[in-house]
């Protein structure tokens, strides 16, 4: 089981999107947990580039105001997710 925890400080970058694409196929990750990514919603190209076209769970809470933000990706094959708990400061899958 690879992956990435990684405090991003906002995720409209192009290099930080590509960063994280080629990562991800490079090092075949299985989860992504991204903070501080400073965007409220997501496109299915943005998540598709993101795990480099592989099939992930995504979900994913809005920042509140100028900072904040949570994103997280992970490969159902690998994992066995039950349900996904959501806070207003975290995200939670469960096995």
């Not at 196929?25 to 947990?33: G, M, S």
């Not at 900072?67 to 490969?75: F, T, V």
């Amino acid at each position: 089981m690879k992956g990435i925890f990684w405090n991003s400080r906002g995720l409209r970058d192009l290099a930080k999107l590509r960063f994280l694409s080629e990562l991800t196929k490079e090092q075949n990750l299985d989860f992504i947990a991204l903070l501080e990514t400073c965007r409220k919603n997501y496109t299915d190209i943005d998540l598709n580039n993101l795990c480099a076209g592989r099939h992930f769970l995504w979900s994913w809470i809005e920042p509140k105001g100028h900072s904040g933000g949570i994103l997280l990706g992970i490969n159902p094959s690998i994992f066995d997710i039950g349900f996904i708990s959501q806070g207003e400061y975290y995200i939670k899958f469960c096995m």
